[in-house]
């Protein structure tokens, strides 16, 4: 699990920094003599970095094929939880598609945090 962790934080971080970069670059380019911020950069590449982050969470189940047994373990926890298959695939459906949820909404509440503090610069 813990590997899982890290390619999923080391390939959408990556991906993360690349677009900050980019944007770094727009930036120098509009403001030839001024030297950009980085809250300004962050904040022009607000909507790929929120892409990365529910990116992540949305893989993170299919990561998690790495570590087949945390995930044997995992599903017979599950498992237990309730004999009708049905009522336990239900159960996490739900559970995975409120946790992508809550990361959007984080995003967007991250989102507007940095829209009041960097917006000026970008």
């Known amino acids: 699990l813990a590997a899982a962790v890290v390619v999923l934080g080391l390939f959408n971080g990556s991906n993360a920094g690349q677009a900050v970069a980019e944007a770094m670059l ?3 380019e509009e403001r030839a003599p001024a030297q950009p911020v980085l809250s300004a950069a962050v904040y022009r590449a607000r909507a790929q970095i929120v892409a990365f982050m529910v ?3 949305r893989g993170s189940p299919a990561a998690s094929v790495m570590g087949v047994p945390e995930l044997l373990s995992a599903l017979n926890d599950v498992a237990s939880f ?3 298959r049905i009522t336990t695939y239900t159960f ?3 559970f995975y598609m409120l946790l992508v949820a809550v990361v959007h909404r984080l995003a967007n509440v991250w989102q507007a945090r940095l ?6 610069y970008a």
């Open 26 to 28: 727009t930036l120098r």
């Open 55 to 57: 990116n992540a969470t």
């Open 82 to 84: 309730s004999s009708e």
């Open 92 to 94: 996490l459906l739900i």
């Open 115 to 120: 829209a009041l503090s960097g917006g000026a």
